[in-house]
């Protein structure tokens, strides 16, 4: 057999594996794409609208500690518009889809200082790790 012939095959073998494997990280920035379900190993990287120049915060109600392990603290991403004072951008976690089961992710958008006061924004999320 010629090796073009041999190409063609392993080609279609290559692609079908690649079909096959799922994405190692998964990226969540709307309540809209939930629920979610992850297989053991992948990365969630969960992004949420911030401006922390108001005093709001996302503050962690349930990080569904018993399928996600946290990769690090919150990061704040500025926006684009380099420069203007009070500037909203985006906060993003990491986590890693640790073990098999269901969970919550619930975060609440509010100043830390006045949980008395209803949260301006809520995300909750129901995740599968498989």
Same mark, same amino acid.
Request: hydrophobic residues 40%; neutral net charge.
């Given at each position: 057999?010629?090796?073009?012939?041999?190409? &063609?095959?392993?080609?279609?073998?290559?692609?079908?594996?690649?079909?096959?494997?799922?994405k190692q990280i998964v990226s969540l920035d709307d309540q809209?794409?939930?629920?979610?379900?992850?297989?053991?190993?992948?990365?969630?990287?969960?992004?949420?609208?911030?401006?922390p120049t108001t005093g709001y915060r996302w503050l962690m109600q349930n990080p569904a500690p018993s399928i996600?392990?946290?990769?690090?603290?919150? &990061?704040?991403?500025?926006?684009?518009? &380099?420069?203007?004072?009070?500037?909203?951008?985006?906060? &993003?976690? *990491?986590? *890693?889809?640790?073990?098999?089961?269901?969970?919550?992710?619930?975060?609440?958008?509010?100043?830390?200082?006045?949980?008395?006061?209803?949260?301006? *924004?809520?995300?909750?999320?129901?995740?599968?790790?498989?």
């Amino acid at each position: 057999m010629t090796p073009a012939r041999l190409l &063609v095959p392993l080609s279609f073998s290559l692609l079908a594996a690649c079909a096959q494997a799922p994405k190692q990280i998964v990226s969540l920035d709307d309540q809209q794409d939930c629920p979610l379900i992850l297989k053991t190993g992948q990365t969630l990287m969960l992004m949420l609208p911030s401006n922390p120049t108001t005093g709001y915060r996302w503050l962690m109600q349930n990080p569904a500690p018993s399928i996600l392990g946290s990769l690090g603290p919150e &990061v704040f991403n500025a926006s684009k518009d &380099v420069g203007l004072v009070g500037e909203g951008g985006q906060s &993003v976690w *990491r986590y *890693r889809a640790a073990n098999p089961g269901s969970g919550h992710l619930m975060m609440v958008y509010q100043q830390p200082w006045a949980p008395e006061v209803a949260p301006e *924004r809520t995300f909750d999320c129901v995740i599968t790790v498989n």
